[in-house]
């Protein structure tokens, strides 16, 4: 019995481990893609010869590929099987 509890909560606790990496990298990653899209709107708002054009563009850029995802969004995702059998 407390060979299961063990091998159950080192389970939870590598799930968790996961988890808290997973959530790191996300949030470094979406740091660096934050500041890399800023970058972007100021360097088109130079080229366009105002900033608030730049920010548009980028902005108008993110909702186009926003909406594609949302609608090609079945073709790619995968979803886990149920394992129960149902």
Do not use: C
């Not at 790191?24 to 899209?37: E, H, Q, R």
């Not at 090609?72 to 099987?81: A, D, G």
Request: charged letters at 20%; zero cysteines; aromatic letters at 6%.
């Amino acid at each position: 019995m407390e060979l299961t509890q063990i091998e159950i909560e080192d389970r939870i606790e590598e799930r968790v481990n996961e988890a808290t990496v997973g959530a790191t990298i996300a949030a470094l990653a979406g740091a660096a893609l934050l500041f890399l899209l800023v970058a972007a709107a100021i360097a088109l708002g130079d080229v366009f010869g105002h900033l608030a054009y730049g920010f548009l563009v980028v902005g108008g850029t993110l909702i186009v590929v926003t909406l594609v995802v949302r609608l090609v969004k079945p073709r790619f995702v995968r979803f886990r099987e149920d394992r129960s059998g149902n």
